[in-house]
Every structure is written in structure tokens, then in C-alpha cells.
């Protein structure tokens, strides 16, 4: 019995990480966030890594946001720096260098959509249920939601989400953007490899760049966002990799590439 709230597992250049707290809705208690903070952390740095799908155990919930039972027992203070320990996990998903497939195998609510918002993928199960549920509970999405839903599906859609809290289906969530794929649940997993595995076969430090240079432009006007990216290109110049991609092109081969 693993008691690990966070599983990890490698395999070919893909890192999967596993929400496993089945007993508690996968919901994200302090030891669980710690465990995250530590994965991202020697992720980040883990050159082996080229891809990262991030799910829930079980067949019913992805994550279940924060864990409520323990919020019960804090006063306000413990709260503040425990909705700042969730952004901040959040925040440091984001801003991993490798992509990030949120592979949403049931209910993802309030923090746990939030999670699911900072990656850059999300492929949602037929069965799936996705909401920021924060207001029907008193409180506000926290963990980055009022800023990352209205990026991701416009601000009138977001509002009406946030203001109700409520629950939308896998096809709704498709339709509105909030997901970029919907598959039936016994092809999730195969379906989120299927991309990370197509994300490794292409090179680390382009990848990287790529994802930089969209998230750091986004929401900048254009002549910013074209100077961020012409930074994030010149970074690409000098990798052995380029080279390995012109040189794999002439000889009609798949490139082979290293990640420098
Ligand atoms: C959840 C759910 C819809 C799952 O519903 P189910 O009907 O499948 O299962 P239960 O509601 O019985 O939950 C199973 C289990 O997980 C139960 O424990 P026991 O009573 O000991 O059997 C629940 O109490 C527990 N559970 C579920 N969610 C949580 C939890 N424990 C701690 N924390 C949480 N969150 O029932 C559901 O709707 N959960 C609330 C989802 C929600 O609104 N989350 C937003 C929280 S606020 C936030 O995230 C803020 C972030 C900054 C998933």
C-alpha cells in the first residue's frame, strides 16, 4: 500500500504523475501540495524529462481542490498561507520547463480544475466534471482561476462559470475550450501519451522555448510578444540540436536529438 500522496513513474522521456489520495476525492491536503512542490522541483531540472502527464487515481475524481476538511480546522491565517501554498504549486506547475498534459480522469473541482488550468494540455474523460466551485462554498478561485479560465475561454463564459459554480460535463468543457480533448475512459491515458509521446520525439529546448515564449507573450501586446519570442528563437541558434534537425532533414532520417 503506497501511502505516498503524490505517485511517480518514468518511462521513455515521460513523466507521470499520479494525484493519490483515492479515499479523499484526490483533494490537495498540505502533505500532498508539499509532495508536488517536490516533484516539480527535481522535474525541473531533469534533462531525462521531456513530457509530463499529470492524473488522478481512481475512475471518479481528478482532484477534489482543497482539502476541505482540514481548511475546517484552520483559523485565518493558516488559511491565507495554505491558499498560498496551493498558488504557489500551481504557479511552479506552470512554469515547469516541459509541457504539461492534464489527463482529467473524473471531477475536477474548484482547486483541482485550477491545477488542471496551469497545464498546458487538457484531455478530459467522457465522465468528467469540471468547475470552480469556490463561491458556492463562500470563498473565490484562489489558486489562479479568475485569471487562467478568462485567458483560456474569454471573460463572459468564465464569469457565468465562477458566478454559478457550476459543473460542466467533458463535452461542454470541449466545446467552450476549456479542454482540448474528451476521450471515453478506458483511452485517456493512451490518448495523453499519445501526445507526450509525439511532444518527445521533437527537441527539449525548442519545446521549452516554445512554451515560454507563448506563456510570457500571451497576454502582452504584440511588438513585446514578438520580442519575447525573437529571444526565445536566438536561444535555439546555438543547440547542437538545430544542427541535428538540419542534418537529419538531408539525410532523410528522424532526428535524434539531445536537449542541447
Ligand atoms: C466531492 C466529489 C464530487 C466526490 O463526490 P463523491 O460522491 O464521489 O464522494 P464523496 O463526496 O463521498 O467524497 C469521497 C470522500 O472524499 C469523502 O470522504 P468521507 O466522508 O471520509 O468518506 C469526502 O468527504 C472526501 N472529499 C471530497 N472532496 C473533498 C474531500 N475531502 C477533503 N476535501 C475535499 N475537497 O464530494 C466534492 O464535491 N468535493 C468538493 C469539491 C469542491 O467543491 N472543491 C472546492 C474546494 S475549495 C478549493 O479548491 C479552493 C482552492 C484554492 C469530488
Not at 511517480?8 to 491536503?29: C, D, F
Not at 507526450?196 to 527537441?203: E, K
Not at 512554451?211 to 547542437?240: M, V
Amino acid at each position: 500500500m503506497n501511502d505516498k500522496a503524490i505517485i511517480t513513474e518514468v518511462n521513455e522521456g515521460i513523466l507521470k504523475i499520479e494525484l493519490n489520495r483515492p479515499k479523499a476525492a484526490n483533494a490537495l491536503s498540505i502533505n500532498m501540495l508539499k509532495e508536488l512542490q517536490e516533484v516539480f522541483e527535481l522535474a525541473k531540472y531533469d534533462q531525462s524529462i521531456r513530457c509530463i502527464v499529470i492524473t488522478g487515481s481512481g475512475e471518479k475524481v481528478f482532484c477534489a481542490g482543497a482539502d476541505l476538511k482540514e481548511r475546517a480546522e484552520m483559523d485565518a491565517i493558516q488559511v491565507k498561507k495554505t491558499v498560498s501554498l496551493i498558488r504557489e504549486t500551481v504557479n511552479e506547475l506552470e512554469t515547469l520547463p516541459q509541457p504539461v498534459i492534464a489527463a482529467i480522469n473524473g471531477a475536477a473541482f474548484g482547486g483541482g480544475l485550477e491545477l488542471a488550468l496551469a497545464c498546458d494540455l487538457r484531455i478530459a474523460s467522457q465522465t468528467a466534471k469540471l468547475g470552480l466551485t469556490e463561491t458556492s462554498l463562500g470563498i473565490i478561485p484562489g489558486a489562479g482561476g479568475t485569471q487562467r479560465l478568462p485567458q483560456l475561454i474569454g471573460k463572459g463564459k468564465s464569469k457565468e462559470l465562477i458566478f454559478t459554480a457550476r459543473k460542466i460535463a467533458a463535452e461542454e468543457a470541449l466545446q467552450i475550450g476549456l479542454v482540448e480533448y474528451v476521450e471515453e475512459p478506458e483511452n485517456l491515458e493512451g490518448k495523453a501519451l499519445e501526445l507526450a509521446n509525439q511532444i518527445v520525439q521533437n527537441a527539449p529546448i525548442a519545446i521549452t522555448q516554445a512554451k515560454k515564449a507563448i506563456n510570457e507573450g500571451y497576454h502582452l501586446d504584440l511588438t513585446t510578444g514578438l520580442s519575447i519570442e525573437k529571444a526565445a528563437y536566438e536561444l535555439t541558434i546555438p543547440t547542437r540540436d538545430r544542427l541535428e534537425g538540419l542534418k537529419a532533414f538531408k539525410e532523410k532520417r528522424r532526428p535524434h536529438y539531445i536537449g542541447e
